[in-house]
């Protein structure tokens, strides 16, 4: 099985969530023409290193569609023991 078979999600409770949202100058880059916004993909593994996927179906500026790929935080991965902690205990918040 390649490193590409397997989409992982990043919770949006995971601190990580903001960090790959920072990328961005606005987050949601709503299309009001289209009724459009900036998606997130997923979080795969790219020649060992994870990168989160995201897309845009018409940016509000020229209602062109754009793919943006954004590496990871150098210790975040779906396997910490921080993220296997959340999926036995849903309710449990990050550490400040």
């Known amino acids: 099985m390649s490193e590409l078979s397997k989409l992982y999600f990043v919770s949006f409770e995971d601190s990580e ?3 790959m949202f920072a990328h961005f100058e606005d987050p949601n880059m709503y299309n009001a023409q289209f009724g459009e916004y900036l998606q997130y993909l997923g979080t795969t593994l790219k ?4 990168t989160h996927e995201f897309r845009h179906r018409s940016i509000p500026l020229d209602n062109t569609r754009k793919y943006w790929t954004i590496p990871a935080s150098p210790s975040w991965s779906p396997f910490s023991v921080q993220n296997a902690m959340k999926s036995f205990f849903p309710d449990m918040k990050d550490k400040e």
């Open 47 to 50: 020649d060992g290193k994870w």
């Open 17 to 19: 969530w903001d960090q």
